[in-house]
């Protein structure tokens, strides 16, 4: 019986998904539980497995080929059924590539120095035509068989100048968007049009949290096995912000605001694929080493496409880091139906006015690109001038002051 290797379920809220990558050719063995192909959603790529060990019989949709829920892409003969038959045409087939690789290989044994360099010039002995009285090849004849070679290329090249010089095909190369990309260009434009987005900035005065994680980094690791870093401090300042300004961790359903009792929130990952926001989920309940446990693991995940639906669902509010990329300012774009996202850049060291005096301060710009339609300028004010308190004075965080 052959087995049909159809599309998995999608979510509702995915209608369609391309073939990415073919890990398995044609008439291939495969183990059971081996990936066989990965297929791409807007938000994940889900690794399809073959449910028995056998033969690829037959792959009905190429790379790049937009594939629907449940939908036939290719065929599995299984081990237990491969008769005999195939057996004997595959031994055959085996035969035959075997004669045919003898033929092309040639039998003298040469010394290592010739093999390294017909190696690097990808040349079999057998090119070598013209070879000494006793017929093998030597060095002399390698070197005058590339020498005239070169002058044929120069040659053919020569001719072809005018041609090539018109030529503008090797200038650029099209490729068509993937998936992901696709919903990521969709939905930025969609931020941009559809509200009314304002951002508004502060700096934040990093010296506090700097020595924090300097004198309990040892210790951190130790008690938890996870090193303390800087988001952990970000999610929990956004929390403690959004509690105060709950228009923020709001969202416009029509003409209905959606008021949220929950912190779930979205990180931005950059993956080779593109950007994806995984959700931290009740942020409110997790303890520093929580966060920074679960950050790790999203961002591993998502390094290697091993993103669930589940991990993207959700989220009523994004941090984005910039500033790991070197990003000293910038104005992070909306996450629909998000209202907010808060933008995170590189720490640098800035002459400060404090007390009168100028001092050398590590300082880091933060953004908040927030829908105006939603919320007015005293609440988003407020709400960066929250976080700066906090990522100041991170003993507030302990305190809930």
Known sequence: MIIEILVPDLPESVSSATIAKWHKKTNE?????????????????????????????????????????KQLIAKLKPVNIINETDINQAEEISDIFQKKTLIENDTEVLNPSLRR??????????????????????????????????????????KNKQDSDFNMDNRYRRVPMTQLRKTIANRLLEAKNNTAMLTTF??????????????????????????????????KSVVEALKCYPEINASINGEDIIYHNYFDVSIAVSTSRGLVTPVLKDCDMLSFSDIEKKIKKLASKASDAKLKIEDLVGGNFTITNGGVFGSLMSTPI???????????????????????????????????????????????????????????EPVRLLLNI
Request: charged residues 30%; glycine residues 6%.
């Open 29 to 69: 063995t495969i183990n059971r539980d081996e990936v066989i192909v990965d297929i791409e959603t807007d938000k994940v790529v889900l690794e399809v497995a073959a449910p028995e060990s056998g033969v690829l019989e037959s792959i009905l949709k190429k790379e790049g080929s937009v594939v629907f829920s």
């Open 117 to 158: 360099l017909l190696s690097k010039h990808n040349l079999k002995p057998n090119v070598i035509e013209d070879k000494d009285i006793t017929g093998k090849t030597t060095r002399k004849k390698i070197d005058s068989y590339l020498l005239d070679s070169n002058k044929l290329h120069s040659d053919k090249n020569s």
């Open 202 to 235: 502060n700096e934040v005065n990093m010296k506090c949290i700097i020595n924090l994680r300097k004198m309990y980094k040892e210790k951190f690791i130790e008690s938890h096995g996870v090193h303390l870093g800087f988001m952990s401090f970000y999610v």
């Open 334 to 392: 909306i996450n629909p139906p998000q209202s907010a996202i808060l933008g995170i850049h590189k720490i640098q060291d800035r002459p400060m006015a404090v007390d009168g005096k100028v001092e050398v301060l590590p300082m880091m710009y933060v953004a908040l690109s927030y829908d105006h339609r939603l919320i007015d300028g005293r609440e988003s004010v407020g709400f960066l001038l929250k976080i700066k308190e906090l990522l100041e």
